[in-house]
């Protein structure tokens, strides 16, 4: 049993989901509807954007050669390499998942850990489009207090993650093997 449980791991969780959502719909449960109609939109969402995004990922790895990443936002980039980083991120849009593939080909090519990390922080929250959103609900204040708060602290988490991993055997794989970090 043990054997079976952690050779099928992978679909267990799928396989209790069909069942739940099932028996949902057919007890009327609404909790379990909701989530399924969330589970239907998020996935309609992401079968669009993912080949699009492979797309305009895969047109960057062969146009942009790897030694202009490393001169501009690679280790001795400094805050001009910084600033790169966060104005890539700002000008993206779309769900966070689609800055893992930007960060993994950045990281591919040369890019400094800490501007991987600023990247992934300023994607999280420094978009243009979510900007524009959230300076039409919350205001121009609140969104330049928000973002003079959250900049420096991912400037940070950057600097803090370079330290953290420097002079550790660190790599980051393709997604279909496990990220390893070696003392």
Same mark, same amino acid.
């Given at each position: 049993?043990?054997?079976?449980?952690?050779?099928?791991?992978?679909?267990?969780? !799928?396989? =209790?989901? !069909?069942?739940?959502? @099932?028996?949902? +719909?057919?007890?009327?449960?609404?909790?379990?509807?909701? !989530? #399924?109609?969330?589970?239907? &939109?998020? #996935?309609?969402?992401?079968?669009?954007?993912?080949?699009? %995004?492979?797309? @305009?990922?895969?047109?960057?790895?062969?146009?942009?050669?790897?030694?202009?990443?490393?001169?501009?936002?690679? &280790?001795?980039?400094?805050?001009?390499?910084?600033?790169?980083? !966060?104005?890539? =991120?700002?000008? &993206? =849009?779309?769900?966070?998942?689609?800055? #893992?593939?930007?960060?993994?080909?950045?990281?591919?090519?040369?890019?400094?850990?800490?501007?991987?990390?600023?990247?992934?922080?300023?994607?999280?929250?420094?978009?243009?489009?979510? %900007?524009?959103?959230?300076?039409?609900?919350?205001?121009?204040?609140?969104?330049? =207090?928000?973002?003079?708060?959250? +900049?420096?602290? #991912?400037?940070?988490?950057?600097?803090?993650?370079?330290?953290?991993?420097?002079?550790?055997?660190?790599?980051? %794989?393709?997604?279909?093997?496990?990220?390893?970090?070696?003392?």
């Amino acid at each position: 049993m043990k054997g079976f449980l952690k050779e099928h791991r992978n679909y267990i969780w !799928v396989t =209790a989901y !069909v069942i739940l959502t @099932i028996l949902s +719909l057919i007890l009327g449960f609404n909790p379990g509807r909701a !989530v #399924f109609t969330n589970f239907t &939109q998020s #996935f309609v969402e992401m079968i669009t954007f993912v080949p699009f %995004l492979f797309v @305009i990922v895969g047109l960057f790895d062969v146009w942009v050669p790897k030694e202009k990443i490393q001169k501009h936002i690679g &280790q001795k980039s400094g805050i001009k390499g910084m600033m790169l980083v !966060v104005l890539l =991120a700002m000008l &993206q =849009a779309g769900p966070l998942y689609g800055a #893992f593939p930007v960060a993994f080909l950045l990281y591919r090519k040369g890019a400094s850990i800490r501007n991987i990390f600023i990247y992934l922080g300023a994607f999280s929250s420094m978009k243009i489009p979510m %900007l524009g959103i959230e300076i039409g609900y919350l205001g121009v204040r609140f969104s330049l =207090a928000r973002t003079l708060v959250s +900049l420096p602290l #991912f400037i940070g988490i950057g600097y803090l993650m370079e330290r953290c991993l420097k002079g550790r055997h660190f790599e980051v %794989l393709d997604g279909s093997k496990k990220m390893e970090v070696q003392r």
